[in-house]
């Protein structure tokens, strides 16, 4: 089945940090640059954090220098380290391919509060 699992959301407070995973399964994993995207409340959705298949990775500029990206081919995992968090990182978050071939996920909730 061709979908993903977000994890790892959670209350934080303002410079807090936290760890999201997002486990994909389907078969095209290694293939496919990979997105964390965000969605907050009356917004539409955006892109924080791109890696590529070669690793490169690119960042919002509203995330640059706090959220860092990974990918793990083996365990078909990508992964969104959040430093420093802020009140505006609160969304939902979620995790898709560069030209959305999985089906979105149900995400998960990010709440930083002050």
């Known amino acids: 089945q061709v979908q993903v699992v977000e994890s790892g959301g959670a209350l934080v407070q303002v410079g807090g940090s936290l760890r999201l995973s997002c486990a994909a399964s389907?078969?095209?994993?290694?293939?496919?640059?990979m997105g964390w995207y965000r969605q907050a409340p009356g917004k539409q959705r955006e892109l924080v954090a791109q890696?590529?298949?070669?690793?490169?990775?690119t960042y919002a500029d509203s995330v640059q220098g706090r959220f860092s990206i990974a990918r793990d081919n083996v365990k078909n995992t990508v992964y969104l380290q959040m430093n420093n968090l802020k009140p505006e990182d609160t969304a939902v978050y979620y995790c898709?391919?560069?030209?959305?071939?999985?089906?979105w996920g149900r995400g998960t909730q990010v709440t930083v509060s002050s």
């Open positions: 890696i590529r298949t070669d690793d490169m990775s």
């Open positions: 898709n391919s560069k030209f959305e071939y999985y089906p």
């Open positions: 389907g078969g095209m994993f290694s293939l496919l640059d």
